[in-house]
T-cell receptor
Framework: GNSVTQMEGPVTLSEEAFLTINCTYT??????LFWYVQYPGEGLQLLLK?????DKGSNKGFEATYRKETTSFHLEKGSVQVSDSAVYFC?????????????FGKGTKLSVKP | DGGITQSPKYLFRKEGQNVTLSCEQN?????MYWYRQDPGQGLRLIYY???????QKGDIAEGYSVSREKKESFPLTVTSAQKNPTAFYLC????????????FGPGTRLTVL
């Protein structure tokens, strides 16, 4: 079945450091890929998405490229801020499904220190 | 302001009691979803509804029930049959034609004592 694997956290960085959170997926067909972010005590927010191979999603300085050859969708940011501290979830949607269900990874907690 | 409202933010119940979690949206979305979030396990789908008066079981529906009598509302009942109900519950909705771009509510943390 479809699944998402993302690097385990927590990840602790200093402000202005480079961030990479790895995400790989297993899916039949051609899924859409997403990164969601959850700030402390809140629900999830869509951060960025990519719907086909080689697409690059970007938002708020974060970016991720849909790599079909490596089945990956790694999240990157060049210079993190304290306000980026949150849990980040990689997710996929199987276009073959009729219900739009998302399959989530387990989440990676990011802590950014000043 | 359009959005999804879940209430209450924290809920405590005694073991053996049913409890209903509220989810309301004013985004005019047809599809709504309920997820359960446990530490280190990500989100798991409980139930979803694509239209009023229709809903489908997700991956972990046992011990839960839902109703969808109005487009705006999708309440979740955690029954006494749910063996481990203490968790963070998230409601979401999605716009027509973009079922995977889900908008989430702030969540309800349920603790069963």
């Amino acid at each position: 079945g479809n699944s998402v694997t993302q690097m385990e956290g927590p990840v602790t960085l200093s402000e202005e450091a480079f961030l990479t959170i790895n995400c790989t997926y297993t899916a039949t067909g051609y899924p859409s890929l997403f990164w969601y972010v959850q700030y402390p005590g809140e629900g999830l927010q869509l951060l960025l998405k990519a719907t086909k191979a080689d697409d690059k999603g970007s938002n708020k300085g974060f970016e991720a490229t849909y790599r079909k050859e490596t089945t990956s969708f790694h999240l990157e940011k060049g210079s993190v801020q304290v306000s980026d501290s949150a849990v980040y979830f990689c997710a996929l949607s199987d276009r073959g499904g009729s219900q739009g269900n998302l399959i989530f990874g387990k989440g990676t907690k990011l802590s950014v220190k000043p | 302001d359009g959005g999804i409202t879940q209430s209450p933010k924290y809920l405590f119940r005694k073991e053996g009691q049913n409890v209903t979690l509220s989810c309301e949206q004013n985004l005019n979305h047809d599809a709504m979803y309920w997820y359960r979030q446990d530490p280190g396990q990500g989100l798991r789908l409980i139930y979803y509804s694509q239209i009023v008066n229709d809903f489908q079981k997700g991956d972990i529906a046992e011990g839960y029930s839902v109703s969808r009598e109005k487009k705006e509302s999708f309440p979740l009942t955690v029954t006494s049959a749910q063996k481990n109900p203490t968790a963070f519950y998230l409601c979401a909705s999605s716009p027509p034609g973009r079922a995977s771009e889900q908008f989430f509510g702030p969540g309800t943390r349920l603790t069963v004592l």
